[in-house]
């Protein structure tokens, strides 16, 4: 399980404590603390990089603003399956 977060910071760190309750394996791609000027491309990479290398067996998860910025990072790994979105 991959992780990435900017403006959910808070909502990220309840999620990788809630799946690990749940006895998932959690890889934290960050951000590791909160920085308001994070970009994202610099997280989305490496869980698309993760999830395009072993895309039957990994799964990310990416939470962001819109959404459109981290499909575009995600889908120039040719492996990583296409993201839902949800957006609130």
Request: charged share 20%.
């Amino acid at each position: 399980m991959l992780v990435r977060i900017m403006p959910g910071f808070s909502l990220k760190e309840a999620l990788v404590n809630y799946l690990m309750k749940l006895n998932y394996e959690v890889v934290d791609h960050g951000a590791h603390f909160y920085d308001e000027y994070d970009d994202y491309p610099d997280f989305v990479a490496p869980v698309a990089a993760a999830v395009s290398d072993r895309p039957h067996t990994v799964k990310g998860i990416v939470i962001g603003g819109s959404g459109q910025g981290e499909a575009m990072v995600a889908n120039q790994f040719s492996q990583c399956p296409r993201g839902r979105f949800l957006w609130q």
